[in-house]
């Protein structure tokens, strides 16, 4: 079993940033990858990006790329999602999972494929 907690989110202004938090406890972390997953009002639960914990490989959602930064801290066992030049758009629950690590990147893309989930936290961002 691995536990994750969320913290770090709340209202922010367009333009704005966040820095979200995920907590990570449990199994040896080494063997897993650890994403973000969002989902707004009406929408359906979407890939943020990804990091893979024995080696610290990421990947992004394309529309994010270049504007959120994922990383991991090995001494806190959190992951971080820094979250710069926020727009209105990007207001959602944020949810961290975790999944067994793998060669397959692809599948870090698809949230059927991690079976541990955080509670989520609420961003808002306002015009």
């Known amino acids: 079993q691995v536990q994750l907690v969320e913290s770090g989110g709340g209202l922010v202004q367009a333009g704005g940033s966040l820095r979200l938090t995920c907590a990570a406890s449990?199994?040896?972390?080494?063997?897993?990858?650890m994403a973000w997953f969002r989902q707004g009002p009406g929408k359906d639960r979407e890939f943020v990006a990804a990091?893979?914990?024995?080696?610290?490989?990421?990947y992004y959602a394309h529309s994010m790329k270049g504007r959120f930064i994922i990383s991991r801290d090995n001494a806190k066992n959190t992951v971080d999602l820094q979250m710069n030049s926020l727009k209105p758009e990007d207001t959602a629950v944020y949810y961290c999972?975790?999944?067994?690590?793998?060669?397959?990147?692809?599948?870090?893309?698809?949230?059927?494929?991690?079976?541990?989930w955080g509670q989520g936290t609420q961003v808002t961002v306002s015009t």
């Open positions: 999972a975790a999944r067994g690590s793998t060669e397959d990147s692809g599948s870090y893309y698809y949230s059927n494929n991690y079976p541990y």
């Open positions: 449990g199994r040896t972390l080494s063997r897993y990858a």
């Open positions: 990091i893979r914990w024995s080696d610290g490989s990421t």
